[in-house]
């Protein structure tokens, strides 16, 4: 292939991609000596008319640009050799590298790199949906965003490029629903081959949320289609979380509109409820898994505390009492005390058994499509703490406060908090008896909130009530 001269003009220098009934060659043009791309259509078996009309499309859409970031018109071919024949878009070379090549070769993107990347995105989507009609791109994604001459901490020039999934007033009037993109990165909206400026934004975001996490949108956990990240990046200002979770909503009507919108409310975010912000307390151990189809809390076993210890001294003891009675009294004697025996073995085993539950027992409060439970896990056995409940009869979520008292003595009483839900008659209480701290029950209490999309009810100890 190398070496090969196309419409007498355009030496091929080397393949840069190649798909079924496509190439992507690297070309020099021999009249103006410089580097061109030339992606390739071929009429094979394969061959489907759409594949047509959306690389016509394409040359159609990238003649009426101008904008530097954006790769320019060429030329356009009809091939016609003994070996192949097809169509060629020639179009101006961008040297750089992609995004994704990027991340795949380890390298990381600081905040305000991906600030930056997104403003220079946002610009040339604000040129692509400020023509008439508007353009819209539909495929942004990570291989599709070129990067070239960074320099310091800036990202460098960035280019957007392959057009080839592009919509405009052509698409529009063809009649025919044509569902493009890439998984991942397509708004809900085009699966069902409907597109909107906003979709570019939705897909500008996926792009962005991949950065910062390192991991691919499908890779990531979902809630009602929208893409779960915020626990993975806590590092990042919450402005920028809210934002991004904007740019990803789901319903396109609840989505940030255009890329102007965007680019505004990424340079003076909206006012946003920080206590509302589902972020993990430090030090806590609770395992928090949800997805589409279940939210799921693991608290982890407590650990030995001094009383459990105090508890085993105890036992220990009375053991110990027993042996001696039973080897150094009389038999008369042993008969009358068989059963301070059976009672301090008992208690021994007990605490035994209090000993391998602080260890090893684990509880999990899980909700998911059919039910609510709450269940005790030891060493791969299962028991129902609370009896099980129908997901819909799930009516209320309460934070309570409480007087609690471990010694039982008025002395000592506090006011602490616990979690209620309340499905039908029957109630879930998570709090003090768990061991969470008033932070890990906030934190809870608002990730199964949104989850379910029940607002919850705060009641204090005076008899007030806060509903948030």
């Known amino acids: 292939m190398s070496g090969k001269v196309l419409a007498e003009r355009y030496e091929v220098q080397r393949q840069l991609g190649k798909q079924t009934g496509r190439q992507t060659l690297l070309a020099r043009d021999l009249q103006t000596q410089k580097l061109v791309v030339i992606k390739q259509l071929f009429l094979g078996s394969d061959f489907e008319w759409q594949d047509l009309k959306l690389f016509e499309r394409e040359a159609e859409t990238l003649k009426a640009l101008d904008h530097p970031a954006i790769p320019r018109y060429l030329d356009y071919l009809e091939i016609d050799e003994p070996d192949s024949k097809g169509f060629a878009l020639v179009q101006t070379y961008v040297e750089g590298k992609t995004l994704e090549d990027h991340l795949r070769s380890g390298r990381t993107f600081s905040e305000s790199e991906v600030k930056e990347l997104a403003k220079s995105l946002l610009e040339i989507l604000i040129y692509l949906h400020e023509q008439n009609p508007p353009v819209i791109h539909r495929d942004l994604k990570p291989s599709n965003i070129l990067l070239h001459s960074r320099a310091g901490h800036s990202v460098g020039q960035v280019y957007l490029v392959d057009f080839g ?67 993975r990046v806590t590092q990042l200002n919450p402005d920028l979380i809210d934002w991004l979770e904007w740019m990803t909503e789901p319903s396109w009507d609840k989505r940030l509109s255009s890329a102007g919108e965007a680019l505004r409310a990424l340079k003076s975010p909206r006012p946003i409820d920080k206590s509302l912000r589902t972020v993990q307390p ?34 220990v003891a009375a053991s110990n009492t027993s042996f001696i ?54 060493l791969g056995l299962r028991w129902n703490h609370s009896r099980p409940a129908p997901r819909q009869d799930i009516c209320q979520w309460e934070i309570k406060e409480i007087e609690y008292t471990r010694c039982g003595t008025q002395q000592k009483l506090r006011r602490v908090s616990q979690m209620i839900i309340q499905a039908g008659h029957q109630k879930y209480r998570l709090g003090v008896k768990q061991r969470l701290s008033e932070s890990e029950i906030e934190w809870l209490a608002t990730e199964l909130s949104q989850w379910l999309g029940l607002k919850i009810k705060r009641t204090l100890k005076d008899g007030g009530v806060i509903i948030w």
């Open 165 to 231: 999934s592009v919509q405009n007033q052509a698409a529009k009037l063809g009649g025919t629903i044509t569902v493009v993109g890439t998984y991942g990165y397509m708004a809900p909206e085009q699966f069902g081959g409907r597109s909107v400026p906003a979709s570019d934004l939705y897909g500008l975001g996926a792009t962005l949320i991949y950065l910062v996490t390192g991991l691919h949108p499908t890779e990531l956990s979902q809630q009602d289609l929208k893409i779960q990240f915020a626990d």
């Open 282 to 315: 430090p030090g806590s151990d609770i395992k928090l898994t949800k997805n589409y189809e279940f939210i799921e809390i693991v608290i982890p076993p407590q650990g030995i505390t001094f009383g459990l210890i105090t508890l085993l001294s105890a036992a």
């Open 325 to 378: 009675e039973r080897n150094f009294f009389t038999a008369q004697l042993a008969i009358n005390h068989q059963l301070f025996i059976i009672i301090s073995g008992t208690f021994l085993g007990a605490v035994g058994v209090m000993f391998l539950f602080a260890l090893f027992r684990e509880m999990r409060l899980r909700i998911d499509r059919p039910q609510i439970s709450y269940s005790w896990h030891l």
